[in-house]
């Protein structure tokens, strides 16, 4: 499918306000790529795709992985379509989008807890979900301006404001979620020995 089918499919089947966040990620995400020199045309396509499952409930995301043998830990089944549809979304890219370009599908897959030793791609699109035009949150301009200095850091700040939201709200925090900050911080403090 090119870009222009896959927003028609998309305008059919998600929410109005998940539409237009979609779009919203992709623009932010085009930025970032070109500034980053990175394939801004599969950019794109990751970006539009990466919610494409939200018009589904839960159970019919754990049906869904479930009908295809794919593993779901128990806390991303009982957090239900926020932490599930990240991987339903994958699997619908391949399945009803055509797309098996494995970067594009990672970095569709990863968008929410993100994984260990994210390219380039995974970060944009982990990042473009949180400072897409739509998003307005304490914090978010400095985000925004970040992004243009420090991917990883802002890939950072982006996994503390959803810890410190989660933590206000008395959620689960999927330990994944800590693995990458963890991760970029480990690597910037060995680094920093190392120099
Ligand atoms: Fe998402
Ligand atoms: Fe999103």
Do not use: W
């Not at 966040?21 to 992709?26: L, P, Q, R, S, W």
């Not at 993100?114 to 914090?139: T, W």
């Not at 008395?170 to 330990?175: D, G, K, V, Y």
């Amino acid at each position: 499918m090119n870009e222009q089918e896959i927003i028609r499919k998309l305008k059919q089947l998600l929410p109005e306000k998940r539409f237009r966040h979609t779009i919203g990620v992709a623009e932010a995400a085009q930025q970032m790529a070109e500034r980053l020199n990175a394939d801004t045309r599969k950019v794109r396509i990751a970006a539009l795709l990466h919610d494409c499952s939200r018009y589904m409930t839960g159970e019919e995301m754990v049906v869904f992985l479930s009908s295809r043998s794919m593993d779901m830990d128990e806390l991303s089944v009982v957090s239900g379509t926020s932490l599930l549809h990240a991987s339903v979304s994958a699997v619908l890219a391949k399945e009803e989008y055509g797309i098996d370009d494995p970067d594009i599908l990672s970095a569709v897959e990863c968008h929410t807890l993100g994984k260990k030793d994210m390219n380039l791609m995974d970060k944009i699109i982990f990042v473009s979900d949180y400072i897409e035009p739509g998003r307005d949150f304490e914090g978010v301009e400095a985000l925004r301006n970040l992004v243009i200095t420090d991917l990883d850091q802002a890939v950072i700040q982006s996994v503390n404001s959803t810890v410190r939201h989660l933590l206000n709200e008395n959620r689960l925090i999927h330990p994944k979620l800590l693995d990458i900050r963890n991760g970029i911080l480990y690597e910037k403090t060995i680094k920093t020995i190392s120099d």
